[in-house]
């Protein structure tokens, strides 16, 4: 489950993205996504209630806290990195591997074996190379800030996540994640005074395809968190979740038409190429944490 979890996940994400973006198109916008997405995750985690877990204090509260505060605030940086140059920005993110590697040797008492530093070296530039694109030379001021965002969100989501493997097994993950997730959900009412417009202004058709991605956002941020709580191996976890990176591009290659994106079918050879060098890196991090 260790292993099955954080890939699952992977594809999971991959499927629910393919459904928000689908959404998209009528007009929802990024902050009544996060909204919707972030309820979904509060009310899926709920269940997990039942498998019991130790006593809540008051004086531990400020734990899933502070990781459902990281987890949010990661967000809200992807968001805004989003919102600039994708091209730039998901290739950045892509960092967060290393970072879960190098906060785990810190926090956790769980050495990372030197197989997985390179395997997550590797995956770093597997997902670079996954999401190349050809540029359209903006530069400036505007790029800065898209690296420096997207840096951010990488570094807060990994933390977020070596805290949750450090915190949950005193809590029992029946307890410290529906808190946690209860507590992003929370925080996510924030978000309101910067939407577009009502949520009552989302068309019926967008629901159509908001809902179930919300949902399976919930459920794959499930089985992470999940995974992490319980098996541990943050830096392994990433490494297999990063594998979203070549579904994704399988997906575009696949379903362009229907997405909207038939354009990124017909991408240089130069392109091509790259990705091509980048799913092999991904296949032979993922090898090396499962040998």
Do not use: H
Request: a positive charge.
């Amino acid at each position: 489950m260790a292993t099955v979890l954080p890939l699952a996940s992977a594809l999971g994400y991959v499927v629910a993205v393919l459904l928000v973006k689908r959404a998209s198109v009528y007009g929802v916008g990024l902050w009544r996504t996060a909204f919707v997405s972030n309820l979904a995750m509060g009310l899926c985690f709920a269940p997990l209630w039942l498998l019991g877990g130790g006593e809540i204090t008051l004086a531990e509260l400020w734990q899933p806290a502070v990781c459902a505060g990281l987890f949010f605030i990661g967000q809200v940086f992807t968001f805004l990195a989003l919102a600039g140059d994708v091209s730039l920005a998901t290739p950045v993110m892509g960092l967060k591997i290393l970072f879960v590697a190098g906060a785990s040797a810190v926090w956790v008492d769980e050495p990372v074996r030197p197989v997985w530093w390179v395997a997550a070296g590797m995956a770093t530039v597997a997902v670079g190379l996954l999401q190349a694109s050809p540029r359209s030379g903006a530069g400036g001021q505007n790029s800065r800030r898209t690296v420096a965002l997207a840096a951010g969100a990488a570094l807060v989501f990994a933390l977020s996540d070596v805290l949750v493997q450090r915190f949950t097994p005193g809590w029992g993950p029946g307890r410290f994640l529906p808190l946690m997730f209860g507590m992003v959900a929370g925080f996510s009412f924030g978000l309101i005074p910067v939407f577009a417009a009502p949520l009552r202004k989302i068309p019926g058709a967008a629901w159509r395809w908001l809902l179930p991605g919300a949902v399976l956002l919930a459920f794959q941020a499930v089985g992470m968190a999940y995974g992490l709580g319980v098996y541990g191996r943050a830096t392994v976890a990433n490494i297999l979740y990063s594998t979203r990176g070549l579904w994704s591009v399988l997906a575009v290659v696949l379903l362009g038409a229907w997405l909207g994106t038939e354009g990124e079918r017909n991408l240089p050879a130069r392109v091509r190429r790259w990705r091509l060098v980048g799913a092999g890196l991904m296949f032979a991090a993922v090898a090396l944490v499962l040998g």
